[in-house]
Nanobody, 121 residues
């Protein structure tokens, strides 16, 4: 059974930075495209960023381009999201997941518990 465990969230002031991590167990994910998603209160979960298996391709939600960077360490079965210049509208619970196919931006496995990111103004 695949488990996704997100960490690294917290409370930060606008303009600050956070680095999220997602550890994947139960599967060697080195060939999976991976993505980060987020869900703000009373909103649907949305795609944030994606990275293919060898880090050759990345893709970002327009509103985070130039501020967020997705990366991965296949040896550690871990994917990261470096978030810079954070804004209050980035406040959400952040989740990671493997992608069903590149370009569809849909999670493949059951979701983990996520990690809360709160950005104060």
């Amino acid at each position: 059974q695949v488990q996704l465990v997100e960490s690294g969230g917290g409370l930060v002031q606008a303009g600050g930075s956070l680095r999220l991590s997602c550890a994947v167990s139960g599967r060697t994910f080195s060939r999976d495209a991976m993505g980060w998603f987020r869900q703000a209160p009373e909103k649907e979960r949305e795609f944030v960023a994606a990275i293919n298996w060898n880090e050759y391709y990345t893709y970002y939600l327009d509103s985070v381009k130039g501020r967020f960077i997705i990366s991965r360490d296949n040896a550690k079965n871990t994917v990261y999201l470096q978030m810079n210049s954070l804004k209050p509208e980035d406040t959400a619970v952040y989740y990671c997941n493997a992608l069903r196919t590149w370009g569809t931006w849909v999670g493949f496995y059951s979701w983990g518990q996520g990690t809360q990111v709160t950005v104060s103004s």
